[in-house]
């Protein structure tokens, strides 16, 4: 029975460090590297052309979505950092705009794990939907 204890306080114990863990904006805000969309195991990267004002219309969208907010930077300063949440244990997922001539650059990625299931590029293609119907 102490076993079962202690698996359960160990679990808390992940949960809480996945939810609470601090995050380092020199580590998550940094420019994305996008040749070309590309979809992989843990994330996406997105081009879109967007003309000017992309970016701050990304902004918009994006925090929109529910626990989704302004991790670092702003659509002023050119890029952006969004930090979105799952919605049970609260796993963090970073997405890094930013607006390069007429393209808008998304770099979207899973903090823990080595997979995202797809997640983080099913939400930056539905902004990107949101983007192209503003």
Known sequence: MIFIWL????MLGV??????A????????????VEADKTFRNGAT????????GLKKLETIALTEPRTEVFAGSSESGM????SRSRLVG?????????VGED???????RFGRRDFGVNAARVDGW???LVAY
């Open 128 to 130: 990107i939907d949101a």
């Open 46 to 53: 997105r081009r879109v052309l967007t003309g000017g004002g």
């Open 104 to 110: 808008l650059l998304i770099y979207a990625r899973s």
């Open 15 to 20: 949960l809480a460090y996945v939810r609470l």
């Open 7 to 10: 698996i359960a306080i160990a």
């Open 80 to 83: 952006i950092t969004f930090v």
């Open 22 to 33: 601090p995050s380092d904006p020199e580590v998550w805000h940094v420019t994305p590297k």
């Open 91 to 99: 796993y963090p997922d970073y997405t890094t705009a930013m607006q």
